[in-house]
T-cell receptor
Framework: LAKTTQPISMDSYEGQEVNITCSHN???????ITWYQQFPSQGPRFIIQ???TKVTNEVASLFIPADRKSSTLSLPRVSLSDTAVYYC????????????FGQGTTLQVKP | DGGITQSPKYLFRKEGQNVTLSCEQN?????MYWYRQDPGQGLRLIYY???????QKGDIAEGYSVSREKKESFPLTVTSAQKNPTAFYLC?????????????FGPGTRLTVL
């Protein structure tokens, strides 16, 4: 499983767009990039997943450059309720489902 | 209403006692997982099971035991051999989909050893 590196913390203000970048230099050909969100004292929640280029859903967008060695989670117009820890994970499509969680990025949204 | 339930939400244990954490899912998922989370840290995998009557050790299995007698249930026992059991425990289940296995997490059980 490829190792990921992301900033420990980020601050933002309500209404701003937030971009969290994750590095995964050793990503394998069959690996997908997945992001989870976790609020205090709750289980993580799946946000978005992608393989290349751009993926968008009702919550976020995920940008993946051609070399796939990094990815950027984009949260449009954040609100106070987006304050959480965001985890970037890389995993293969055929593995056992084991997920490697790093420390994640703690996003603090201020009024 | 499908989902994963964990009970109890809070659990207190005296040193030297075994305790069992419950995890039930009605999502018809084959795979189930147990993670441990310490303050300010990410999740660490304790045990996982891909099918009934089969399970594998994760990264920190020492001092823990599991069983998978039914598809819906994956209880975790924290034994007295676990030297530092105070933590937040999360159970998850997954379904295989294109691009890997998306995991769905329960609400967690916070275990405190007194």
């Amino acid at each position: 499983l490829a190792k990921t590196t992301q900033p420990i913390s980020m601050d933002s203000y309500e209404g701003q767009e937030v971009n969290i970048t994750c590095s995964h230099n050793n990503i394998a050909t069959n690996d997908y990039i997945t992001w989870y969100q976790q609020f205090p004292s709750q289980g993580p929640r799946f946000i978005i997943q992608g393989y290349k280029t751009k993926v968008t859903n009702e919550v976020a967008s995920l940008f993946i450059p051609a070399d796939r060695k990094s990815s950027t989670l984009s949260l449009p117009r954040v609100s106070l309720s987006d304050t959480a820890v965001y985890y970037c994970l890389v995993r293969g499509s055929s593995n056992t489902g084991k997920l490697i969680f790093g420390q994640g990025t703690t996003l603090q949204v201020k009024p | 209403d499908g989902g994963i339930t964990q009970s109890p939400k809070y659990l207190f244990r005296k040193e030297g006692q075994n305790v069992t954490l419950s995890c039930e899912q009605n999502l018809n998922h084959d795979a189930m997982y147990w993670y441990r989370q310490d303050p300010g840290q990410g999740l660490r995998l304790i045990y996982y099971s891909q099918i009934v009557n089969d399970f594998q050790k994760g990264d920190i299995a020492e001092g823990y035991s599991v069983s998978r007698e039914k598809k819906e249930s994956f209880p975790l026992t924290v034994t007295s051999a676990q030297k530092n059991p105070t933590a937040f425990y999360l159970c998850a289940s997954s379904i295989r989909r294109a691009g890997g296995n998306e995991q769905f997490f329960g609400p967690g059980t916070r275990l405190t050893v007194l």
